[in-house]
């Protein structure tokens, strides 16, 4: 064999080779639904990698709860204290006094903050644009949003049931370090989100008022 065939082969074997790896590290999608015993009903994984080769894949979990099941089963509400998202400010005021402390964030929302049992909650108006949104961003009147905060470890405030499907999450797609949780009611309406990264909890949202 002649050193230009060499050559030529070598080239051919290391062109293969970065394609087979391009193809392998490009966009990457994987999706997953699993049945879980009662609270927790049917749950859909998604999880969702740019390039693989420099990021680190993200995971959106669906849960629909079952008929006669209740998110106390699932999470301390303690964490949210005595607050509902459909407060006004004054009715906030009215019960729980002054807050700890105010702000307002880039969008135009103002939001106050509390401590709770497990953490604080922050209740005010979300004005976030959509992301879909081009550069003419037109701020929106906003809804109202009761989010909550701790530093405690997920299974101080989780309950098995839901540790259940986040073991099931990582065990899918370990790699990933950014998780989001969306629980649904037996209708289809969502009631708390939930974004965790680096295992820990970032922050939950309560979307309907719910009973303690």
């Given at each position: 064999?002649?050193r230009?065939s060499?050559?030529?082969?070598?080239?051919?074997?290391?062109?293969?080779?970065?394609?087979?790896?391009?193809?392998?590290?490009?966009?990457?999608?994987?999706?997953?639904?699993?049945?879980f015993?009662?609270?927790?009903?049917?749950?859909?994984?998604?999880?969702f990698c740019?390039?693989?080769?420099?990021t680190s894949?993200?995971?959106?979990?669906?849960?629909?709860?079952?008929?006669?099941?209740?998110?106390?089963q699932?999470?301390?509400?303690r964490?949210?204290?005595?607050?509902?998202?459909?407060?006004?400010?004054?009715?906030v005021?009215?019960r729980?006094?002054?807050?700890?402390?105010?702000?307002?964030?880039n969008?135009?929302?103002?939001w106050?903050?509390?401590?709770?049992?497990?953490?604080?909650?922050?209740?005010?108006?979300?004005?976030?644009?959509?992301p879909?949104?081009?550069?003419?961003?037109?701020?929106?009147?906003?809804?109202?949003?009761?989010?909550?905060?701790?530093d405690?470890?997920?299974d101080?405030?989780?309950r098995?049931?839901l540790?259940?499907?986040?073991r099931q999450?990582?065990?899918?797609?370990?790699?990933?370090?950014?998780?989001?949780?969306?629980?649904?009611?037996?209708?289809?309406g969502?009631?708390?989100?939930?974004?965790?990264?680096?295992?820990r909890?970032?922050?939950?949202?309560?979307?309907?008022?719910?009973?303690?």
């Amino acid at each position: 064999m002649t050193r230009r065939s060499k050559y030529a082969i070598s080239s051919l074997a290391a062109v293969t080779l970065f394609m087979l790896l391009y193809v392998h590290g490009c966009e990457h999608e994987e999706n997953a639904s699993i049945a879980f015993p009662p609270p927790v009903g049917n749950v859909e994984f998604h999880s969702f990698c740019g390039f693989e080769w420099v990021t680190s894949p993200s995971q959106e979990i669906y849960i629909r709860l079952q008929q006669q099941s209740d998110l106390k089963q699932l999470i301390d509400l303690r964490i949210f204290g005595n607050f509902q998202p459909d407060m006004s400010d004054k009715e906030v005021l009215a019960r729980f006094g002054e807050p700890s402390q105010t702000r307002t964030d880039n969008f135009g929302g103002t939001w106050s903050k509390y401590t709770t049992p497990l953490g604080y909650v922050e209740i005010g108006v979300d004005r976030r644009t959509s992301p879909t949104d081009d550069d003419d961003k037109i701020p929106v009147l906003g809804r109202r949003s009761l989010q909550a905060f701790t530093d405690k470890p997920p299974d101080a405030i989780i309950r098995p049931p839901l540790l259940d499907v986040m073991r099931q999450a990582a065990m899918m797609t370990p790699r990933a370090n950014e998780r989001e949780f969306s629980i649904f009611d037996s209708q289809h309406g969502l009631i708390l989100g939930m974004w965790m990264k680096d295992g820990r909890i970032e922050r939950m949202e309560l979307f309907k008022p719910i009973d303690r």
